[in-house]
């Protein structure tokens, strides 16, 4: 085997401004519509893949505990399979990741983990880092995850389903004020909602067919560094998707209370002259979009509310890291 066969890498999570909800080729796991996104400097995984000729089968462990080796399996024989048409015949691994995302609390750790894994073993296996296949098998994790290879602002593109860098995270200094609300899994994956709202939800055509639009103002925001009309198109794009999710059967209401609460404090912040614009996910917690000096008064006026458990402060971050060959 080729060396160098240990790596380790870091991954941001990364936070949709135009939202992706539904598949076009739910085996290639290829988006219904592209999307745009902000990865953040953190929380994030920080993931080591060492290929070792003397394991039987893979093996993984999340922070510092043994954990289920399927989770990470179809990855690691991806870029296995990938590896050996290229020449290298690679052993199998195993993997030690560390998740800085708070524990069960519900906040997609799954992009900056995947990103992270591929970025380790793309890195042990000694492949070429600018291969686009890396995308695609990141995309293997889930549908966000080849987003947090990149830093800053990033499009991912439905057609081919790969990934492009529009602005750098030092372009703009914005911040993400993560508004935790209720902790604990969501009830509901994300590639089962999607699956559901395809197939049930009325306006999921009109989601696709109008989405195309949303993309454009929003990159034409970024690059006119228009925070107001950027937060615009934000808050336009999580409410579409949701009235989406709603209106299928069954309905999908991932917001509690705490979400509605956290919306109006937005609102409120914004007749005060605040720029501060809302973003949810497949979960009940509010992403709040703002300038780096307004920052620690959104955070600190949100921690108020009721139901809000925990806020982080994030600022735009890095793609997917090689720390050591
Ligand atoms: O990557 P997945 O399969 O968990 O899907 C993510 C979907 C949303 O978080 C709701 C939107 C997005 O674009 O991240």
């Given at each position: ?30 988006p ?27 093996q ?21 399979q ?26 997609a750790s ?21 291969d ?27 057609v ?46 009109s ?34 998707m ?64 009721p ?17 050591t060959?």
């Amino acid at each position: 085997m080729q060396q160098p066969h240990r790596a380790i890498a870091q991954a941001g999570i990364n936070v949709a401004l135009i939202k992706y909800w539904g598949k076009r080729d739910a085996e290639l796991n290829l988006p219904a519509v592209s999307s745009l996104s902000l990865t953040l400097d953190a929380p994030g995984t920080r993931t080591e893949v060492i290929f070792d000729s003397a394991l039987s089968h893979h093996q993984f462990q999340l922070n510092g505990v043994e954990a289920d080796a399927g989770r990470v399996q179809p990855i690691l024989d991806a870029v296995r399979q990938h590896a050996g048409s290229h020449g290298i015949p690679l052993p199998h691994a195993r993997v030690n990741s560390e998740n800085t995302v708070p524990t069960a609390a519900g906040l997609a750790s799954s992009a900056s983990g995947f990103a992270a894994l591929v970025a380790a073993a793309w890195a042990a296996a000694g492949l070429d880092p600018e291969d686009p296949h890396k995308a695609e098998l990141t995309r293997i994790g889930s549908g966000s995850a080849p987003r947090s290879l990149l830093g800053g602002f990033v499009v991912l593109d439905k057609v081919e389903g790969q990934i492009r860098q529009i602005a750098t995270p030092e372009a703009w200094p914005l911040r993400m004020v993560l508004c935790l609300t209720e902790k604990g899994p969501k009830k509901i994956s994300s590639r089962v909602g999607m699956e559901s709202s395809a197939r049930t939800s009325p306006y999921f055509a009109s989601w696709v067919s109008s989405h195309e639009a949303d993309m454009q103002a929003a990159e034409a925001a970024i690059n006119a560094r228009d925070l107001d009309t950027l937060g615009e198109m934000m808050e336009h794009s999580t409410l579409k998707m949701h009235a989406c999710m709603m209106a299928g059967r069954p309905p999908l209401i991932y917001w509690r209370s705490a979400t509605l609460a956290a919306m109006e404090q937005v609102h409120q912040l914004r007749e005060q002259g605040v720029s501060a614009w809302y973003t949810m996910d497949a979960g009940p917690h509010v992403k709040v979009l703002c300038a780096a000096e307004d920052a620690e008064h959104i955070a600190s006026t949100l921690k108020a509310v009721p139901g809000v458990s925990e806020v982080l402060v994030a600022a735009p971050g890095p793609g997917a890291q090689v720390e050591t060959c």
